[in-house]
C-alpha cells in the first residue's frame, strides 16, 4: 500500500502499468491466459446454449446500461432512473459508478456514455448468469472453471473498486438472493449465539432495516440503503454508523453459506470451515467464492437521533480550522458511543480558489437519545466553530425514532464517475495532537483538484460537488473494544478513529487524459498530504479505496495478507476469482485474464 514500493512490489506495480495500454489477448492460446470470445477455448455458442438450459434460460447477454435504457419503451429514461440505485440494480451490467463500466485502458478505449453516439462493451462481462438458486451458481462456477473463463460476482455493483465487473467475463449475479429470515435462537457448532438474522447476497440494507423493525431487533449493517451486507460489505470489514456501539459488521457475522471453486457448498462459521470464516470477515470482497446467504447477529431495538449539521465557511484558512476543532471535538459523542460521518466540499463546482467558501456538512448518529438530548451534545462543537471567523450557520434538522426508521432509506443516488482513496487515522492523533488535523486540510484544499466535475451523489450527498474530502468515524469504542475477534480484519480498524476518503469525480465531457488524472490524483497529490495524518503504514477500508494501490496486500490486508494467501490457495487453488487489488491478484494482469 505504501507509494514507496519494495523491490518485487515495484517491479510488479511496473509491469501493470505496462499491461495498460494492451488490449486484452484475444487469441492467446496461452494456459496463462484465461479464454476470451475468439480464443480457441472459448465454448462453442452450442456449449453456451447447453449450459443456458441447464440454468433455465437464465444466462442473459449483458447490454452496457446506456444502451439498454434505449430498449426502454419511452426510449432513453429518465434522470431519476439513470441515477436510481434501485433502478440500477435491475439491469445485469450496470455499475452504480458508471466509470466501471468503462474500457478506459483497453486498446482503443472502449466506452458507453450516456447520450453517447457509440457504444463499446467496455470493461462489462459478456454474459450474466442472473441466479436463482444455489445450483445455478453451482452450475456456472464449473462452467467457468472447465472452460477456464474470466468470472466475476456481482450483487448490487454498489462497490468502490469496480471489482464487479471485467471485459470478456462472465458474471454471476446473485441479486435475486433475496431471503431473509430471524430466529431467536442461533447455534453454532451448538452454541447459542443468540438472536440472528440470516440474508441473503442481494439483499440490501434498507430491506434488512424493515424486516429487523418488525421483529422489534437492530443489526449494524451499512448506512448506505443499496449496499447488500452479505454480497460484499461484510467481505471488507463493514462499518456503520452503529459501529462505534455495535463493532464493524463482520464482527456480528456468525455463519456463510458460500459455493467455492469447486463448485461445493460449504458452510463457514466458528466451528466449520474456520479458515474461510477467518477470511470472509475483512478478507475481500469477490475472492472466496460465491455467497449465498450471511448471518449476522441481531439486537433488541432502540430509539436513536440522526442530525445533520451544515455550516458555510469562508476560505481554507479557516477549513484549517474548523478541521482543528473538529478534531478536538471528535470524542464528544463517545459518551453516547455516537457515529458521524463529516465532509468538506467546495461550494463551488470545480473551483480550487482558496477564497471560495467551502461547506461543512456533519452527520451524526446517536443512539438512546433523543433530538433535544442530540442538540445539546451537539452545542459545544457548534458554538466553538461559530466563534471562527467567517463561520455561517447554514442548517440544522434532526431525525429521531425508532433506530430502523431512523437508518432507512429508500434508495441510493448514483450514476456518476467516482474514484476513491482512503486512510485509516488513528485515534491517537486526535488525542494527542489534533492541531496537526488543521494544517493538513487546508493544504489538501489548496492544491486543490485540477479538473471539471459535476458528480451525482456519493453516499448521502444530495448535491453535485467534485474532489470531496469525506471523514467517517468509524472506530473506537466497540470496533476497538472488539480487537480480539479473529477475523480478517486490517488491525489497524481497531486503532483507528475515522477512516477518512476522497471522492475524485468527473463528468462524461472528460477528457481521456483528464480522467487518467483524475484516477492518478489520490496517489500523486492527496495521499503525501493524508499520510501526515495517517502516517506511513496506515490501512484502509478495501470497500472504500483506490483499486491503484501499488502495496495493496499490506494496505487492505496488513499482517492478515499471509495467511489470506494460504486460504486462497486451498479453496481457490486455481484462482477462479480474482478481482482488482484482492488477494491472488498480484498472480495476474489488472483485468484478471492473463498471468503476470
Ligand atoms: C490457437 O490454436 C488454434 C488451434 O490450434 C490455431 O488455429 C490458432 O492459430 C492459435 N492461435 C494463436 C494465437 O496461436
Ligand atoms: C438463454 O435462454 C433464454 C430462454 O430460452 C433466452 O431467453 C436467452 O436469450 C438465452 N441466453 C442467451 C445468452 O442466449
Ligand atoms: C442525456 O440526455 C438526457 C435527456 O435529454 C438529459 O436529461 C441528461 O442530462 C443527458 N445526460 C448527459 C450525461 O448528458
Ligand atoms: C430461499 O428460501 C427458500 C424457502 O426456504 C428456499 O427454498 C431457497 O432455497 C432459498 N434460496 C436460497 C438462494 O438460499
Ligand atoms: C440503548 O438502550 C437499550 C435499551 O435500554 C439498550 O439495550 C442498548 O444497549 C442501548 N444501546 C446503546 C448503543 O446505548
Ligand atoms: C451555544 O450557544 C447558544 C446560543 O448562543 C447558547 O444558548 C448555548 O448555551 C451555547 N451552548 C454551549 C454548550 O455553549
Ligand atoms: C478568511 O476569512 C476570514 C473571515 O472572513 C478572514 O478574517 C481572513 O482574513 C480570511 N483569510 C484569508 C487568508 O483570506
Ligand atoms: C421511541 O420513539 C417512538 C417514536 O418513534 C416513541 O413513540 C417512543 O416513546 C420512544 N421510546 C422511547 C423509549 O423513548
Ligand atoms: C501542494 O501545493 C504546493 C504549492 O503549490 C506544492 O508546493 C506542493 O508540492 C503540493 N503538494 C502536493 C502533494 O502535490
Partial sequence: MKRFPTLPLLSLFIALAQSRSLEPRQNSNSTDCRNVPGSAGYP????????????????????????????????GCTDAQWTSALFRGTIPGAMSYINWEQGYDLDPPSLCLRNGTTCGQGDLPVYSVEAETVGDVQAAVQFASKHNLRLVVKSTGHDGLG?????????????????????DEFYVGGENMGSAVTIG??????????????????????????VAPAGGQIQGGGHSPLSPAYGLVSDNALEFDIVVASGELL?????????????????????????ISATIRTFPTFNATSAVTVLQVPNNTVVGSLATLHAQHVFDWDSVQAGHFFWFEKTQIGSTDPNVPTSFILFTYMPNTTAEQSQILLAPFINA??????????????????????????DDGVGGNVVLGSRLVPEALYRDSPEKVGPVYKELFDNGTTAQSNILPFPLLTTNSHGRLLGQM?????????????????????????????????????SLAQVDALRAMFQTT???LLEKLSGLNAGAY???????????QSTFFGPNYAKLSDIKAKYDPHDLFIVAAGVGSERWDEWGLCRV
Fill in 542 to 552: 478495501s470497500n472504500e479505496a483506490d483499486n491503484s494501490e501499488p502495496d495493496f
Fill in 163 to 183: 471489482r464487479s465487473t471485467a471485459p470478456n467475463s462472465l458474471l454471476i449475479r446473485v441479486s435475486k438472493f433475496q431471503n431473509v429470515s430471524s430466529t
Fill in 474 to 510: 468509524v472506530s473506537g469504542g466497540t470496533v476497538s473494544k472488539n480487537g480480539h475477534i479473529s477475523s480478517a480484519v486490517h488491525p489497524a480498524w481497531r486503532a483507528a478513529k475515522t477512516h477518512l476518503m476522497f471522492a475524485n469525480s468527473w463528468d462524461d465531457s472528460a
Fill in 526 to 528: 492527496q495521499l503525501p
Fill in 201 to 226: 447476497s442481494g439483499v440490501h440494507a434498507n430491506t434488512i432495516y424493515q424486516h429487523n423493525k418488525g421483529q422489534g431487533k437492530f443489526s449494524v449493517v451499512a448506512a448506505a440503503e443499496t
Fill in 44 to 75: 462453442s455458442p452450442t456449449a453456451w446454449n447447453v449450459f443456458n438450459a441447464t440454468i433455465f434460460g437464465r444466462l442473459l447477454e449483458v447490454v452496457p446500461p446506456a444502451k439498454y435504457y434505449d430498449y426502454l419503451p419511452a426510449g
Fill in 267 to 291: 458452510r463457514a462459521s466458528s466451528a466449520s470451515n474456520p479458515d474461510l470464516f477467518f477470511a470472509l470477515r475483512g478478507g475481500g470482497a469477490g475472492s472466496w467464492g460465491v455467497i
Fill in 385 to 410: 466553530s461559530l466563534a471562527l471567523p467567517g463561520v455561517v450557520f447554514v442548517s440544522q434538522t434532526f431525525k429521531d425514532g425508532e433506530i430502523n426508521d431512523v437508518m432507512f432509506g429508500p
